[in-house]
C-alpha cells in the first residue's frame, strides 16, 4: 500500500491554481441571477426551465449529459374559499398540505397559539382561528379537534409574508386553511366588537402524481489514466414554493456549473459526475432516485460526494461541512485541507436535511458544504439574488473545486479509499446550528 500524498511545498498551490484561479465570480453570481428570475418547485414549468438551462450549460462545456425523470406524488390545495359574515375571501387562502376536502359552516372563535391551555371546550362546534408560531401545525390542530372544534383557519406569525404554511397528518379529519398576518388579525379585531359567522371550503384537495429531473454531466478519464474511481459534486436546482431560491439552491447549482465548466478541459485520471437534484424541498426525492440507480460497482468506485447547498447568501454564518454522523470522512478530509491552502481551515458538524444523504446511506463518504446559521429569509420569498455574496460563492467553489481536484488529478496515486487525502490538516467538531 502507498503511504498518502504529502503536499506542504508552493507546488500544492501550483495544483490548486489550475481550478481556483479561473473561477469567476461574475459568471457565478450572473446563474443565480438567471435561476432566481422566478420559482423552481418540483413538478412545475419554472423547475423545467431551470434544467432546461442547467442542461444547455453542462452540454456546452462538453460533457455528455442526461436527464433523469421521476415521478413524485405532491400535495394538490385544490380550491379553497373563506366566508365571513357573508364577505367571500378565496385568493388570500390557502389549504393546509393534508387537509380533507369539505365545508363547514359556524361561529369564528379565536384560540391564540392554541395551546393546551388556550383551547377550551368553547371551541367546540366551532371554526377555530390560529396564530401560527411557538408550537407544531399538528400540536395547534389536535388540541382544537379534541375541544370538538369543526374547522381551522390559520393566520400567519409576526415577521413573515404570505400563506404558504400549514399542515394536517393523518387522523387530522378536518378542514384547515391558512392566510396571511394581516387578514387574520382583522378577524381577531372584528372578534372583540361582533359575533362571527365563518364558512371554511375546501374543494378537490389531494395527492397527484407530478415529474420532476436530475441532471447528470458525466466526464470520463483519459482511457490510458483511468483509476476506476468515480468523484461526484452536486447541488438541488429546486426552490421551495413561491420562493426565486436565490441561495436555496440557485447558489449551489451555480457553483457546480462553474466547477464543471473549468475542469472540462483539465486533466484527470478520474471520472467526475456533475449533478443537480430534483425535489430536494419534497424530501431528498431525485438524490435518493439518483443513488438508488446506483450499481454495487459504482458505489464501490464513488471515493468521495461533495453537496454545496446555500453557498451565497451575505448574512448567513460561515461555511461549514456537515456530515449525516458528525464523523470526518474523506470528503471532509479533503474539505478541510483545501480550506487550509485557499482560506483557512473548514470545520464540520452533524447535519441530515440535504442530499448528501442518499450518499452517505450507500457507503459514500459525503459532505455538505453550506454556510451556517442561516440568512432570516430561508425559505422564503425574500431568498433574492441582491442578498448574494460574490466573495462567498468564489470562496466555496474554490474549496470544493481544490478539493475534488486534489483527489481528481492525474498524478495523484490510485489509491484506497481510506488512503486518499492530503496532507494532514487539523480540523474540529463545531456544533453550530443550520
Not at 421521476?70 to 385568493?91: A, C, K, M, P
Not at 376536502?101 to 371554526?127: C, H, P, R, Y
Request: proline share 5%; glycine share 8%; with cysteine.
Amino acid at each position: 500500500m502507498l503511504p498518502p500524498p504529502v503536499f506542504n511545498s508552493k507546488c500544492d498551490h501550483a495544483f490548486d491554481n489550475k481550478i481556483i484561479k479561473k473561477i469567476s465570480a461574475d459568471r457565478l453570481y450572473e446563474r443565480v441571477d438567471f435561476l432566481s428570475k422566478k420559482p423552481r418547485e418540483a413538478g412545475t414549468e419554472g423547475e423545467y426551465l431551470a434544467v432546461q438551462y442547467i442542461k444547455e450549460k453542462f452540454e456546452s462545456y462538453g460533457y455528455d449529459t442526461e436527464l433523469q425523470p421521476f415521478t413524485f406524488q405532491d400535495w394538490y390545495g385544490g380550491i379553497s374559499s373563506l366566508f365571513i359574515n357573508d364577505t367571500v375571501f378565496r385568493e388570500d387562502v390557502r389549504t393546509f398540505n393534508g387537509s380533507v376536502n369539505g365545508t363547514v359552516k359556524s361561529k369564528l372563535q379565536f384560540v391564540g397559539l392554541a395551546s393546551s391551555e388556550e383551547v377550551t371546550d368553547s371551541v367546540k362546534g366551532k371554526i377555530a382561528l390560529i396564530e401560527r408560531g411557538s408550537i407544531s401545525f399538528y400540536e395547534k390542530v389536535q388540541n382544537v379537534l379534541n375541544k370538538g372544534a369543526i374547522g381551522v383557519i390559520m393566520f400567519n406569525r409576526e415577521g413573515e409574508q404570505g400563506n404558504d404554511f400549514g399542515y394536517t397528518y393523518e387522523g387530522q379529519d378536518i378542514p384547515a386553511v391558512a392566510i396571511d398576518r394581516e387578514t387574520g388579525l382583522s378577524f381577531v379585531n372584528q372578534l372583540k366588537s361582533e359575533e362571527v359567522n365563518a364558512e371554511i371550503s375546501v374543494q378537490d384537495a389531494g395527492v397527484i402524481d407530478k415529474t420532476s429531473y436530475n441532471v447528470i454531466a458525466t466526464m470520463k478519464p483519459h482511457k490510458n489514466k483511468d483509476n476506476g474511481q468515480i468523484i461526484t459534486v452536486g447541488a438541488h436546482h429546486d426552490s421551495v414554493a413561491g420562493g426565486p431560491g436565490a441561495n436555496d439552491d440557485a447558489s449551489g447549482v451555480s457553483g457546480v456549473l462553474e466547477l464543471a465548466k473549468i475542469m472540462a478541459n483539465t486533466p484527470t485520471d478520474t471520472e467526475l459526475r456533475f449533478m443537480t437534484f430534483g425535489a430536494e424541498e419534497k424530501g431528498l426525492i431525485g438524490s435518493y432516485y439518483y443513488a438508488g440507480t446506483l450499481s454495487e460497482d459504482e458505489v464501490h468506485r464513488t471515493v468521495a460526494h461533495f453537496q454545496m447547498d446555500m453557498i451565497g447568501s451575505r448574512d448567513s454564518g460561515d461555511l461549514i461541512m456537515f456530515t449525516p454522523d458528525g464523523e470526518k470522512n474523506l470528503a471532509t478530509d479533503l474539505g478541510a485541507a483545501a480550506g487550509a491552502r485557499v482560506a483557512e481551515v473548514v470545520e464540520y458538524g452533524q447535519l441530515g436535511r440535504s442530499d448528501h444523504v442518499p450518499f452517505f446511506e450507500r457507503g459514500i463518504p459525503s459532505a455538505l458544504f453550506i454556510h451556517a446559521p442561516l440568512e432570516p429569509w430561508y425559505h422564503s420569498p425574500e431568498d433574492t439574488v441582491d442578498k448574494i455574496s460574490k466573495d462567498k460563492l468564489k470562496e466555496t467553489a474554490e474549496i470544493v473545486g481544490a478539493a475534488v481536484y486534489q483527489i481528481a488529478r492525474p498524478d495523484t496515486p490510485a489509491l484506497e479509499k481510506a488512503r486518499v487525502a492530503p496532507s494532514p490538516v487539523h480540523y474540529e467538531f463545531d456544533d453550530r446550528p443550520l
